[in-house]
């Protein structure tokens, strides 16, 4: 039980990477930057699809930078409202990648009924890492969860 003068805020400066979740910023960076590679070197038989994936994979790569860099420089200043955004952040991102590991699994699925094999190993790739991404955006939410529940 904590008492009421006890906070758990954002660490700040290199402290970002060795503190446990913000450490994880580098696998979701790795990970998403992977899973825009492997989309975007692949030919794209369902626009639809892969473009939700292809956006996702954008939008979480560059707001986790975007959030590293923060918290690296310090722009929190200790505000318990950052705690709240990283809370938000971590959640969007993990439903958003779930959905789109979800929807370039099946979009790879129709392209296994093909003869496409180049183009289905590529998206058999993309979907591990895609799958990976959310994994480590789902322990991230969940650890932030307990730190906002926590300050």
């Known amino acids: 039980m904590s008492s009421p003068g006890s906070t758990t805020s954002l660490p700040s400066g290199l402290a970002v990477l060795t503190t446990f979740p913000d450490v994880l910023f580098i696998p979701e960076i790795i990970f998403g930057g992977l ?17 939700w994936v292809m956006f996702v994979s ?23 409202y950052w705690v709240t955004l990283d809370v938000i952040c971590q959640s969007t991102a993990a439903l958003f990648y779930l959905s789109a590991a ?8 129709l392209l296994g009924l093909s003869s496409l094999v180049i183009i289905y190993r590529e998206n058999i790739a993309a979907v591990v890492f895609a799958f990976l991404a959310t994994l480590v955006y789902v322990i991230h939410k969940v650890f932030s969860v307990l730190r906002w529940k926590s300050s």
Do not use: N, R
Not at 67 to 74: G, K, N
Not at 102 to 109: D, G, I, M, R
């Open 35 to 51: 899973v825009w590679i492997l989309v975007a070197s692949s030919k794209v038989p369902f626009p639809m699809l892969q473009g």
């Open 102 to 109: 979800v929807l370039e699994a099946y979009s790879t699925y």
């Open 58 to 80: 954008v939008f979480c790569f560059v707001m986790s930078t975007i959030l590293l860099c923060l918290y690296i420089f310090s722009v929190h200043g200790g505000s318990s």
